[in-house]
C-alpha cells in the first residue's frame, strides 16, 4: 500500500493551500482512519489532524484550529487537508498516514501503518 501527497507549496502568509494524500496498492480508505503530520526543520514531527473512517469524528491540533480542515473522499481513496490563513509557523513537511481504525482516529504518530513520502509546505513573504 502507498500514501502519495501532493498540493504543498511556497506561499505568503494569508495564504491558502489544499494538500491531498491519495492511497493506492490495496488500501482502502473506508476502512481507514487518515492523519496528517508535519515536521519542521530541528523540530519533532507532531500531529496536525486526523479523521476517522466513519468519516465522523475528527481532531485538530490546537495550533490549527479555525484554520485547517481535513475532509475526505473515499471512493476516490483522497483524504484532503485545506489550510487556510497560514502563518509562517506552518512551513514544514507534512505527511499523511492511514491506520487501520474505524470509529475514532488518534494524533499519535506511533499508531499508524501507512505513511507518505511528504509534501513541502513553505510559508515566507
Known amino acids: 500500500a502507498h500514501l502519495v501527497e501532493s498540493g504543498g507549496d511556497l506561499v505568503q502568509p494569508g495564504d491558502s493551500l489544499r494538500l491531498s494524500c491519495v492511497a493506492s496498492g490495496g488500501l482502502n480508505y473506508e476502512y481507514y482512519a487518515i492523519a496528517w503530520f508535519r515536521q519542521a526543520p530541528g523540530k519533532e514531527r507532531e500531529g496536525v489532524v486526523c479523521?476517522?473512517?466513519?468519516?465522523?469524528?475528527?481532531w485538530y491540533a490546537d495550533s490549527v484550529k479555525g484554520r485547517f480542515t481535513i475532509s475526505r473522499e473515499n471512493s476516490k481513496n483522497t483524504v484532503y487537508l485545506q489550510m487556510n490563513s497560514l502563518k509562517p509557523e506552518d512551513t514544514a513537511v507534512y505527511y499523511c498516514a492511514a491506520e487501520e481504525r474505524y470509529w475514532t482516529c488518534t494524533g499519535r504518530d506511533n499508531e499508524y501503518d501507512y505513511w507518505g513520502q511528504g509534501t513541502q509546505v513553505t510559508v515566507s513573504s
Open positions: 479523521i476517522s473512517a466513519v468519516d465522523g469524528p475528527v
